[in-house]
């Protein structure tokens, strides 16, 4: 299974940026969720945001009010709309899928970078 990502880029601060990311190959029983990790130099990646196609989603603390997760379960389609962004934002962010199945698929990061 391929993850296909878009978006990332450089960006000043406050600026807003848009994810986009599909994982057309799972097939629709066995779509759960989709989500953002990223991993700044020298830390451990972590998640942003993560939503299931039963309704949930959840965000990391240092994001929540300023990124909103979306997407679209019959296109296995997620979009990270990332808005008022900070140094600190800057990372690889890397697209990630999980099936009912008990698999996890990642994409191949896209960098973003917020600075001035």
């Known amino acids: 299974v391929q993850l296909q990502a878009s978006g990332g880029g450089l960006v000043q601060p406050r600026g807003s940026l848009r994810l986009s990311c599909a994982a057309p190959?799972?097939?629709?029983?066995?779509?759960?969720?989709m989500g953002w990790y990223r991993q700044a130099p020298g830390k451990q990646r972590e998640l942003v945001a993560f939503i299931t196609w039963r309704g949930t989603s959840n965000y990391a603390e240092s994001v929540k009010g300023r990124f909103t997760i979306s997407g679209d379960r019959a296109k296995n389609r997620v979009y990270l709309q990332m808005n008022s962004l900070k140094a600190e934002d800057t990372a690889v962010y890397y697209c990630?899928?999980?099936?009912?199945?008990?698999?996890?698929?990642w994409g191949q990061g896209t960098q973003v970078t917020v600075s001035s």
């Open positions: 990630n899928a999980e099936t009912f199945s008990g698999h996890d698929y």
């Open positions: 190959g799972i097939i629709l029983s066995n779509r759960k969720g």
